[in-house]
């Protein structure tokens, strides 16, 4: 490589790791990223007040079998939810005897929930028991204060005042509380991840899926998706304030726009492994600090930074080329929103990507070239995981592509640094790629 | 063999012929002043030498030898629209900029550019907090480490004080003296007679002169008087024979229309005033640029018509 690639690159990277950006950028990512789970965690610890909830038996047998499955569902959702994203309110059951006005009643429970002094109201009909098939009138209403769109209650409460119901219904047909509690038992179901061979031909695999992992891996996607993103775009409002500074005419009897734009993406490349190797090895740190450093997917981080560099090269590229197209602020401030829109479609993608890593939706898009990096790894980092030819293969795509938005961006480059005062078009561009 | 020559060259922006059938040959080891009025053709023609442009039509040799890219460590380039990169420090971006061009560290001639130019004290700060003087002294250090041997200068002095333009002047000088060829742009009349060797006038892209300013200011011949007399320009009015006064002030310049005798204008002048130095010389540098580029009759004609 020649030298004046790594002197460019070496300016630019010494400029840019020790920008005020960088400094701050490199401190406000765990920050943003971490603060959901810090106000959720911290959420949990606040929230020691106990949230009471009614249950008004119209059935007036109910309540003591209602209560009772209800708190041990309060208890397994505690004990089943992992203590880093633990957000589970103590709900504390209590029976509230129906009275003569029932419509009093309900509204004077309804102020006492608005005035914050119960949490919510399960209100058992006196058939509940025994349905008449009328289908039209809820044998149980549930009253709460929520939205209704983020309501943890609503994910088990239903199930557990149906259990309560059918222990009290069992109870009635004569069985002994033993062959009650046998019937009533809830059986575990834990989801393993496939069972495959090994190298060496053994069956291996089925291990028990672990949540924190997956979350593990999940950072691992979301950092390669931030730093490639902002670490390449930043170079286009660099390059376009270079250019309006006129930088580059004096530049150029020393280098020419190839060295110059190759030292740009280089120091992008460096950039962004110096963000990255300092996430990573804090987090490794943190994860071997927790003792759990078994969840970190050390055979993926030989791909990420596979992924990274090959991402940074590609929009570092078009960054460059696009900063030296630009006249103006104006020009930098739109061309960024070009070059950085594409860029979330992969994340709108993660959801269905996630829940189905190798159907045709992941695979198709895993293998289009600005997705490959985000996506590839998302899906590799599944506990399907992928046949060990696709991320070889996309890899391919991603440098055939690469190489091809360098080549196009370097001609963009050598004009669009000489290019003074002069309004964009996307045909100007099109045309600096196809003029010798 | 000059440095640079340049044959039957021309360029076109859209519409606008910036060049027309340009040739000049540069002498080597001599200062070369490219003067004309603003877009007459002067920075296109150096951007064209450095190949950052290239012409539609015509050759270019550079050191005998057609360019095909703009990268040189022969060649020593000062933009006239020119930047550096502001939040570096001095000495760091110098010895960027020199180690860009020769591949070896520079450090030395940093520091003795830097004592030079009258920078040692600034060196450690960030070019940002220089005034716009030493901004362009920085600019024309880092153009001139490592020494090239073609020196290519668009208005070097521009917003120069006059201490600064003299060191500057003094540095392409003594780099002259070290056999190295420098062409400068520069609209400064006085500049271009004390410090070129060599002048070149291009206006609407065409050359209008090329040569010594002797051989340039022989061509005009002796058609002009230098008159020091009381009541300056206003004793000088309907002079017969004159046809423009060039006042600068103490000094008028009177140019004669052909056939002019100088000795009646002398006796015309002593009947009006008392005349305190009367001489008969060569046209300025000036007054030729201005007898070139300056309004034509028929343009100064239709510009008072349409008032």
């Known amino acids: ?436 | 063999m000059p440095v640079v020559e340049i044959s039957d060259v021309t360029k076109a922006f859209e519409n606008v012929t910036a060049v027309d059938r340009l040739s000049l040959a540069v002498p080597e080891g001599s200062v070369y002043g490219f003067i004309g009025p603003n877009g007459s053709g002067k920075s296109t023609t150096m951007r064209m030498i450095v190949n950052i442009i290239h012409p539609d039509s015509g050759t270019f040799l550079v050191f005998g030898e057609e360019r095909s890219g703009t990268r040189s460590n022969k060649i020593g380039y000062l933009p006239e629209e020119r930047g550096v990169y502001r939040k570096m420090r001095v000495r760091s971006l110098l010895e960027f900029y020199g180690e860009l061009r020769s591949g070896r560290n520079v450090t030395a001639e940093v520091n003795s550019w830097l004592e030079r130019l009258g920078l040692a004290s600034r060196a450690d700060d960030k070019v940002e907090t220089l005034s716009k003087g030493m901004s362009q002294k920085i600019q024309f250090i880092a153009t001139v480490i490592p020494e090239p041997r073609l020196l290519i200068l668009d208005e070097p002095f521009t917003g120069l004080d006059p201490v600064s333009a003299d060191s500057i002047r003094g540095a392409i000088l003594e780099m002259r003296s070290r056999g190295c060829t420098i062409i400068l742009s520069t609209h400064e009349m006085a500049v271009a007679e004390s410090l070129c060797d060599s002048i070149f006038m291009i206006f609407r892209g065409r050359k209008v002169l090329d040569g010594t300013l002797d051989s340039i200011q022989s061509r005009y011949g002796s058609d002009t008087i230098r008159v020091e007399v009381e009541g300056r320009s206003n004793a000088l009015g309907h002079l017969p024979g004159i046809e423009r006064i060039n006042d600068l002030g103490q000094v008028q310049e009177l140019r004669m229309a052909p056939g002019c005798d100088s000795q009646q204008v002398l006796e015309t002048l002593v009947a009006r005033t008392r005349v305190i130095s009367f001489s008969v010389v060569k046209p300025s540098l000036h007054d030729i640029f201005v007898r070139i580029a300056g309004p034509q009759p028929e343009e100064a004609a239709s510009a008072s018509n349409a008032e």
Request: proline residues 6%; aromatic residues 8%.
């Open chain 1, 1 to 436: 490589m020649p030298n004046r690639i790594l002197l460019i690159a070496r300016r630019d990277y010494l400029q840019t790791v020790q920008s005020k950006a960088f400094l701050l950028g490199l401190v406000l990512l765990p920050l943003l990223f971490g603060s959901g789970f810090f106000a959720l965690a911290l959420a949990n610890k606040m929230d020691t007040k106990a949230q009471r909830i009614a249950v008004l038996d119209g059935t007036g047998i109910a309540a003591a079998a209602v209560i009772q499955a209800c708190q041990e569902a309060t208890q397994k959702a505690i004990r089943e939810t992992p203590a880093a994203l633990a957000f589970a309110p103590h709900y504390v059951f209590e029976e509230v005897k129906p009275e003569a006005d029932q419509a009093a009643q309900l509204l004077s429970l309804s102020d006492q929930i608005r005035r914050g002094e119960i949490f919510a109201l399960v209100d058992i009909a006196p058939g509940a028991l025994h349905p008449s098939g009328d289908t039209s009138q809820p044998d149980v209403r549930y009253y709460a204060n929520s939205s209704g769109l983020v309501d943890p209650l609503s994910l088990w409460l239903p199930a557990a005042v149906n259990d309560g119901l059918r222990h009290v219904r069992l109870v009635q047909l004569g069985l002994d509380q033993e062959r009650v509690a046998d019937v009533m038992r809830d059986d575990r179901v834990v989801s393993m991840n496939l069972v495959g061979k090994s190298p060496s031909g053994a069956i291996a695999g089925g291990e028990k899926r672990s949540l924190q992992s997956g979350f593990v891996a999940f950072f691992l996607v979301f950092l390669l998706f931030v730093i490639g993103t902002f670490g390449s775009a930043s170079n286009l409002s660099a390059v376009a304030q270079d250019k309006m500074q006129r930088v580059f005419e004096m530049l150029l009897t020393s280098a020419s726009p190839f060295e110059l734009m190759a030292g740009k993406v280089l120091a992008a490349v460096g950039a962004c492994l110096t963000s990255s190797t300092l996430y990573i090895l804090a987090g490794l740190a943190a994860l071997a600090g927790m003792a759990m450093i078994g969840l970190a997917p050390l055979h993926l981080i030989p791909w990420f930074f596979v992924y990274l560099i090959a991402d940074v090269v590609l929009l570092s590229a078009l960054a460059v080329a696009l900063g030296s197209a630009c006249a103006n602020p104006q020009d930098a401030q739109q061309l960024a929103f070009v070059l950085i829109l594409p860029l979330y479609v992969p994340m709108f993608l993660l959801t269905p990507v996630m829940q189905h890593p190798n159907g045709p939706l992941a695979l198709v898009t895993s293998f289009i070239p600005p997705f490959t990096p985000v996506l590839m790894l998302l899906r590799q980092a599944s506990a399907a995981g992928v046949p060990a030819w696709q991320p070889w293969l996309g890899l391919l795509g991603v440098v055939a592509y690469g190489l091809a938005v360098a080549w196009a961006a370097a001609r963009v480059f050598r004009i669009g640094i000489l290019s003074q005062g002069k309004t964009l078009k996307l045909t100007d561009l099109a045309q600096w790629v196809l003029r010798d």
